[in-house]
Every structure is written in C-alpha cells, then in structure tokens.
C-alpha cells in the first residue's frame, strides 16, 4: 500500500533552516510528482511546490522563491524540502502529498511535520 | 493567482441532515477541482477530484457538481464522521495549485 512517511516534529531559531523528509514506499517513485503544502496553526492550506523525482526538476511558489529547495534521493524514494531564513510564520506543519496520474491532485499524504520557529 | 473562495466559512447541521459547500474561482478553472476532508491533527483526505469524481472508498453521499468558476461539495445524510473542515482546490494552473480558505461543518 502507498505510504508517505515524514520526519519527526522540529524546533528550530528565527533565521535557522530546517529539512523536512518524506519517505515513499508502496509505488514507482519515479511514476509521480511530488507536493509541498504547509498549514499554519488553525489556518489554511498553503501550497510551497513541487518535485519530480524522475529527474529533479522543481517548481516553487512565489511567496517561497529563494527560501526553499526540494530535492529527491532516488535510492532511498525519499524527498526533502528544505527552507532557510525561519522567522515564526514559518511555524506550521509541513505536508507532502503525492500527484495523481490524472490530474494535479493530491491522492496520497504524509502525515506531517511539525515545525516550530521560536527564539 | 486564481483566488478560490469558499462559503460558508463555517456551519452548523445535524446528523442526517444535507449540506451544500460552495466553491468559487476567480477565474474559470474548467473542471481541474478537487475536494478534500480534514479531520483536527490529520492529514487531508480526497474526496472527489475533476469536480465530480467520487475518489475509492469516499462514501457515495458525498457529491460534487460544477465547472468553470462555480463549483458545489454536497454531503447527503450527514454522518458523524463526516464533522470536520473541506477545502477546495483547483489545479487549472498547473503545477501550482490553489486551495479554498475552508469550510468548517460542526454538529449542530
């Protein structure tokens, strides 16, 4: 059965980085893309990117332009996503969520991680 | 950016009770919209992708209607695990996607 399995809860300082994983296991790896979404405590669904571990190849969000970097380890059928510059309204958790064949969907998720920015 | 507007932004009904969530886009989306279901502490859920098509093993009172800018989620004889936010998303602007603000369905 598909899994996405995520790294565990983070705490980290303003200006700090953080690298969020997200295992795969249960399909082709290499068969679908892969999101970033984020939710702010008791807001919304925030989308950051995409990956597609075939060959690596991104897109990003604008507001998350030059903060954030998704790369992908074939060998491992892992994807991270990385963001720098932490300030406290990057506090949220993090989910990946796999790409429908058909469409630009979400059909799988993470479970989510939890990153906290505080000084 | 395709701005998605959902309403209500929450509601209350009672258990078998039939609700209507609705979706708007800024812009004409086509069909390329999908609703989700998230429980407090988890993951959304998929529900329905391409406006109308119900995702396996998603109840069959969950329906969805629409195309173009106005899009409906509707839930027929509410259950009580059926208490939680939905969003909506459109992937018209592909890769990059939109989600609704959320609607919030609370037990009456």
């Known amino acids: 059965q598909v899994q996405l399995v995520q790294s565990g809860a983070e705490v980290k300082k303003p200006g700090a980085s953080v690298k969020v994983s997200c295992k795969a296991s249960g399909y082709t790896f290499t068969s679908h893309y892969m999101h970033w979404v984020r939710q702010a405590p008791g807001q919304g669904l925030e989308w950051m990117g995409i990956i597609n571990p075939t060959d690596g190849s991104t897109a990003y969000a604008q507001k998350f332009q030059g903060r954030v970097t998704m790369t992908r380890d074939t060998s491992t059928t892992t994807v991270y996503m990385e963001l720098s510059s932490l300030r406290s309204e990057d506090t949220a958790v993090y989910y990946c969520g796999r790409r429908s064949h058909f469409a630009n969907y979400f059909d799988y998720w993470g479970q989510g991680t939890l990153v906290t920015v505080s000084s | 950016d395709i701005q998605m507007t959902q309403s209500p932004s929450s509601l209350s009904a009672s258990v078998g009770d039939r609700v209507t969530i609705t979706c708007r886009a800024s812009q004409s989306v086509s069909s390329y919209l999908s609703w989700y279901q998230q429980k407090p502490g988890k993951a959304p859920k998929l529900l329905i992708y391409?406006?109308?098509t119900l995702q396996s093993g998603v109840p069959s009172r969950f329906s969805g209607s629409g195309s173009g800018t106005d899009f409906t989620l509707t839930i027929s004889n509410l259950q009580p695990q059926d208490f939680a936010t939905y969003y909506c998303q459109q992937s018209y602007t592909t890769p990059s996607i939109t989600f609704g603000q959320g609607t919030r369905l609370e037990i009456k």
């Open positions: 391409t406006a109308s």
